[in-house]
């Protein structure tokens, strides 16, 4: 019973003082570089739901699609038992809008733990005897002996969890609202440029998804001039603005005028 007692103050203990596993193992940029990086907007407090069953690389390309741009991200296992509260504190201290986590039941760890048991000493009194007025009287003094610590060998058993979490930034309008990267190598041997951008994601509510561009078009040119990516077209054209963009689709060379944002 006090084997048993001693394992559950433990727990109790290394619960009590675990740190945040968001924050130890988070990588990826904090508040003030997330508001330096153009097309970035940090919030306050963010939301906090699962993360879906998606690799990283997918589920930035999936949250492009409403509007979030990933900050960074955490990936670690453990025993402690990490919460919502726990990504919603990491996810306001670096400026997050969305927090998606999960926790996976990885494997029963068991071994055998040396933990220290304190034996205090014995306390004794003693009685002597003294004259007061010449009439004897008996007084009590007490003494503590020293304790001792020994190991004792507790079996343990703990649950080991996998954790992952990724924060998301709001991603500011841009001209098109695509996601783009190097065009494969028998487009460019055709057309004999290392031009030209093969969408990867469209954001929802970006221009080139209301045009009808679609994930594996290639956007060639925008007003004449070589596409490279969506940030550089934003030095280039100016929200409202209609622009003559021509994509490539199933060998065939298209155009279309697009509203920018």
Known sequence: MKKTAVIFALALMCVSCAPNGFHEYYRGLDRASAMLRPGMSVCETPLVDTMPNLNLHDLELKMYESGYGLLGSAAWAGTARETDADALDQGKEIGACLVLWSADFSHVESGVSAVPVYVPGPTVASYRKAYYNGRPYYYRSFYTYPGYTYYDSVPYSVRVFNYTGAFFARLRPEPLGVRTTEPPEDYMKKFDTRSGGLVTALR?????????????????????????????????????????????????VLSKDIIMY
């Not at 509510?205 to 009808?212: C, E, K, T």
């Not at 290639?218 to 209609?242: C, H, Q």
């Open 204 to 252: 929802k509510d970006g221009s080139a998804f209301r045009a009808n561009i679609f994930e594996g078009d290639i956007i060639i040119s925008v007003n004449g001039r070589p596409f490279a990516s969506d940030e550089a077209l934003a030095a280039t054209v100016r929200p409202g603005e209609k622009a003559e963009v021509k994509i490539y689709r199933d060998g065939k």
